[in-house]
C-alpha cells in the first residue's frame, strides 16, 4: 500500500493549489471543488495509514515519517469536521498549505518499516501517540488561525488594505477560531500527558522522570494554560492571542522534532 | 408577418434635470399608468418603474414611430413640453438596446451610484404592479423577470455592490471587520455633525445596542441622545465613560485634542484589552493620532476614510466593467429567445422536441423487442412516425392560421406552454 502515499501527497498539492486559486478569485465555484479535493485527500490518506498498519502490523505512529504523516491526516479531519460546525472564511487555503507542507516533510524522512522496539510494545502506544498527534493537529489549526489574525490586523492597523482584508473574516471571528482550535487541543495535549506519564509508569516504571521530551512537552502545556486561563482573567485575547498561540505551537514543533534530534533522551524513538 | 418588439421610453437623472423629473407621471396618479399606457394601440403589455431618479415605460408592441410618440406624450403629460424638448430629454429604445438597457438598470449599472441595491426592488415593485393591472404577458413576463436573473448575475459574479463607497458606510464597514456582528456593542457620539449622526445611524441599523452622546453642553447632548434613544453624558465625563464603549465617533469643533494616548493607556486593562475603534471625523482632528499605537485600538481619521472610499469606487468600476460583460452576454442570450418567438422557429422546435421523444421510445422499445426483422422494425418506426404527425398536425395548423380573433402572441404562448418549451429557466 505504500503506492497510496504519493497518490495522497498529490492529491494535497491539488487541494492545496484549488485553494489557491479560490484565494485568489474568491470563486465559491472553485471552494467547492477545492473542499472536494481535500475530502478525497483525507479519505485516500485514510486508506493509506491503514493499508500501512496491515503491512507493519502496528499502528503506524512510531517512524517520523508516519507521525507526521498522521499529524496532517488528523489536522484535514479536523479541519473538516470543524468546517460542519462552523465556517471561518478562507481558513481553507491557510490548513491546506500547513497539511502539505507537513505531507512533505513527511515524505522526506526515511519511509523503511523498522521493527517495532520493545518498549512500544504496548496498547498504549495508539492511544498516547494518537492523541499526542491529534494535539498536535488542532494545535497547528491554532497557529494558522493566529497567523490569519495578524495578517488581518496589520492591514486594519496600517490602514492600507491589501490581499487579505477583504479575504479574511473579522478579527472578532478570528479570535474565536483561535480560542476554538486552543481549547480542543488543550484538553488532547493534557490527555496526552497523561496518558505518556500512565504509560511511562508501566514501562519505565515511574510516572514521570524529565526526560527532554516530558519537559518540552510541559512547557508547551503551560504555555498554552497561560494564554487560556489569562484569557479569561486578564484579557489575553486577539492579538497577544495570536502571538502566543504562535509561540505555543512552536514549542510544540519543537518536542516533536526539535528534542528528537538536538536533545535525545530515552523517549526519542522516531528517527 | 410582424413580430412584436420590446421597446422602453424613459427618463433618467443622465438625461433631465431635477425640473423635468419631477413634473413626469408616476405611480401616485389617480388611475394606474400602466392602465392609461395600455391604452395607446399598437402598445400590448407595459411595465411603469417611476423611482425618484428615473420613469421608464417598458412596452412592448409593434414597432412604429406613433406609438413611441404616444407614449412619450403620455409621459410628459403633466408637464408643458412640447414632443421636440420631451424628446430631447427622454431616450427611446427598441429590440436588442432595450433589452440591454433594462439588464443594465436592474444591475444597477445605470444607476446615480453604480452598484446601489435599491434599484432591483423598486423593478420588482413596478413588476409586481403590472401583473395585478394585467399589463403583462408572455413578453413582458419573461423579459422583466430575467432582468431580476441577470441583476442577481452580476451580484453573485462581480463585487459591484461589496465595497462601501460613502464615508459613513465605509466606516460601518471597518466596524464590522474588527467586532464581527454589532450587536451588543456600544457607541459613543462626541460633539454632533451630519457625518457623525449619519455613521451612528448606519451603526444603528447595524444593531448596535447602545448609544452615549457626549457633547461640552449637556443639553445638545440630551436632545442629540434622545433621538437615538441614548444616554448623554458631558465632555468631562468622557474618559470615564470610554470603559465600556466599542465605537467612539469624534466629530467637536473643538482645535485641541479631545482624547489622548496617555489618557487611553491605563484604561485598555480597565477594558480587558477589549479592542476600540476610533472614528475622527473632526477638521482639526479630536483624537491623538500616536492612540493607533495602542494594542487593540484602530484609529480611522478622516482622510483614511476617504482613502478607503476612494479605493472602493476605483473597484467598483472595475467590477462595473465585469457585469457590463454579463448583460451584454445575457442581451444576447434573450434576443436569441425572442427570435424563437416566430411561428417558424416554433414549430421547428416543436417538432425537434417530439421527435427526440419518438426516437428515444423507439429505442427503448426495440431494445426489448429482441430480434426483429428490417420490415417488422420499419413498420413500428412508420406507426410512430405517423402518430407524432398525426399529433402535431393540429398545433401547427393553428399556428400558421391567421385569424384576427386570437393574438399571435398568445398562440405562441399557448403552444410553447403546452409542449413546454420554455421550461428551462
Not at chain 1, 507526521?68 to 471561518?88: D, I, K
Not at chain 1, 512537552?217 to 484569557?231: N, V
Not at chain 2, 404577458?137 to 459591484?160: C, D, G, P, Q
Not at chain 2, 476600540?276 to 495602542?294: G, H, S
Request: aromatic share 10%; proline share 3%.
Amino acid at each position: 500500500m505504500t503506492f497510496l502515499f504519493p497518490i495522497t501527497l498529490l492529491s494535497y498539492i491539488l487541494a492545496t493549489t484549488a485553494y489557491l486559486v479560490y484565494f485568489a478569485g474568491q470563486k465559491k465555484e472553485v471552494r467547492t471543488v477545492a473542499r472536494g479535493i481535500l475530502f478525497a485527500a483525507g479519505i485516500i490518506h485514510t486508506v493509506s495509514i491503514v493499508g500501512r498498519y496491515v503491512e507493519v502490523g502496528h499502528t503506524p505512529i512510531t517512524s517520523m515519517h508516519e507521525s507526521v504523516s498522521f499529524f496532517a491526516w488528523a489536522m484535514t479531519w479536523g479541519f473538516l469536521s470543524f468546517r460542519w460546525r462552523y465556517q471561518v472564511k478562507n481558513f481553507g487555503t491557510f490548513v491546506s498549505i500547513m497539511v502539505t507542507i507537513l505531507m512533505i516533510l513527511s515524505a522526506l524522512f526515511s519511509q523503511a518499516v523498522v521493527p517495532l522496539p520493545p518498549a512500544l510494545r504496548s496498547n498504549w502506544l495508539p492511544i498516547h501517540a494518537s492523541i499526542a498527534l491529534m494535539a498536535n493537529a488542532f494545535l497547528a489549526m491554532g497557529f494558522c488561525g493566529g497567523i490569519m489574525y495578524l495578517l488581518q490586523e496589520r492591514e486594519i492597523k496600517s490602514r492600507k488594505f491589501g490581499i487579505f482584508y477583504k479575504r479574511l473574516p473579522s478579527l472578532e471571528a478570528l479570535d474565536n477560531l483561535n480560542h476554538h482550535c486552543l481549547s480542543i487541543g488543550f484538553v488532547l495535549l493534557t490527555l496526552g500527558i497523561i496518558t505518556g506519564s500512565l504509560w511511562a509508569e508501566q514501562a519505565w516504571g515511574a510516572y514521570w522522570q524529565w526526560d527532554p521530551k516530558e519537559t518540552w512537552a510541559l512547557i508547551t502545556w503551560f504555555i498554552y494554560a497561560a494564554l487560556l486561563h489569562f484569557r479569561l482573567t486578564m484579557g489575553w485575547r486577539r492579538r497577544r492571542a495570536a502571538i502566543i498561540s504562535i509561540i505555543g505551537f512552536s514549542a510544540a514543533m519543537f518536542t516533536l522534532w526539535g528534542v528528537t534530534y538536538l536533545l535525545g533522551g530515552i523517549h526519542s524513538y522516531a528517527g | 408577418m410582424q413580430v412584436d418588439q420590446i421597446m422602453i421610453v424613459g427618463v433618467n437623472h443622465k438625461v433631465a434635470p431635477v425640473e423635468v423629473r419631477e413634473k413626469l407621471a408616476y405611480t401616485g396618479d389617480c388611475a394606474h399608468p400602466v392602465i392609461e399606457i395600455g391604452k395607446i394601440p399598437g402598445c400590448k403589455e407595459c411595465c411603469f418603474l417611476g423611482t425618484c431618479n428615473r420613469v421608464e415605460v417598458i412596452f412592448s408592441g409593434v414597432d412604429s414611430e406613433e406609438t413611441v410618440k404616444a407614449v412619450r406624450k403620455f409621459l410628459f403629460s403633466r408637464s408643458n413640453l412640447s414632443d421636440e424638448e420631451a424628446k430631447k430629454y427622454s431616450y427611446s429604445y427598441t429590440g436588442k438596446d432595450a433589452v440591454n438597457h433594462l439588464f443594465r438598470v436592474a444591475a444597477s449599472l445605470d444607476s446615480m451610484i453604480v452598484g446601489e441595491p435599491q434599484i432591483l426592488g423598486q423593478l420588482k415593485g413596478a413588476y409586481r404592479e403590472a401583473r395585478e393591472h394585467k399589463s403583462v404577458s408572455l413578453i413582458l413576463n419573461k423579459f422583466i423577470n430575467k432582468s431580476f436573473t441577470v441583476a442577481k448575475r452580476t451580484r453573485t459574479e462581480t463585487n459591484i455592490g461589496g465595497s462601501a463607497v460613502s464615508i459613513s458606510y465605509a466606516a460601518v464597514q471597518l466596524a464590522k471587520k474588527i467586532f464581527g456582528k454589532l450587536d451588543n456593542k456600544k457607541v459613543m457620539i462626541v460633539g454632533a455633525g451630519e457625518m457623525a449622526e449619519l455613521a451612528a445611524e448606519h451603526l444603528i441599523a447595524q444593531g448596535i445596542s447602545e448609544v452615549v452622546v457626549a457633547n461640552r453642553t449637556l443639553a445638545n447632548a440630551i436632545t442629540l441622545a434622545e433621538r437615538f434613544n441614548g444616554s448623554a453624558v458631558s465632555l468631562e465625563e468622557l474618559t470615564a465613560e470610554l470603559e465600556s464603549v466599542d465605537i467612539l465617533i469624534s466629530s467637536t469643533g473643538a482645535t485641541d485634542l479631545v482624547l489622548k494616548k496617555e489618557d487611553l493607556k491605563p484604561l485598555m486593562r480597565q477594558r480587558m484589552e477589549s479592542p476600540l475603534f476610533l472614528i475622527d471625523i473632526a477638521v482639526p482632528r479630536d483624537l491623538d493620532p500616536k492612540l493607533n499605537d495602542l494594542d487593540n485600538v484602530y484609529l480611522y481619521d478622516i482622510d483614511n476614510l476617504k482613502d478607503v472610499v476612494d479605493v472602493n469606487k476605483s473597484e467598483r468600476q472595475n467590477e462595473a466593467g465585469k457585469a457590463e460583460r454579463i448583460v451584454e452576454e445575457e442581451t444576447l442570450k434573450f434576443m436569441q429567445w425572442l427570435d424563437g418567438m416566430e411561428v417558424t422557429p416554433t414549430i421547428v422546435e416543436m417538432r425537434q422536441k417530439i421527435d427526440d421523444i419518438r426516437q428515444a421510445e423507439i429505442d427503448k422499445t426495440m431494445a426489448g423487442l429482441g430480434e426483429l426483422s428490417s420490415k417488422q422494425k420499419r413498420s413500428i418506426e412508420a406507426m410512430a412516425g405517423a402518430i407524432t404527425n398525426k399529433i402535431l398536425h393540429n398545433p401547427i395548423l393553428f399556428l400558421k392560421s391567421d385569424t384576427a380573433s386570437v393574438d399571435q402572441q398568445m398562440k405562441l404562448q399557448i403552444v410553447r406552454e403546452i409542449f413546454g418549451m420554455d421550461s428551462d429557466s
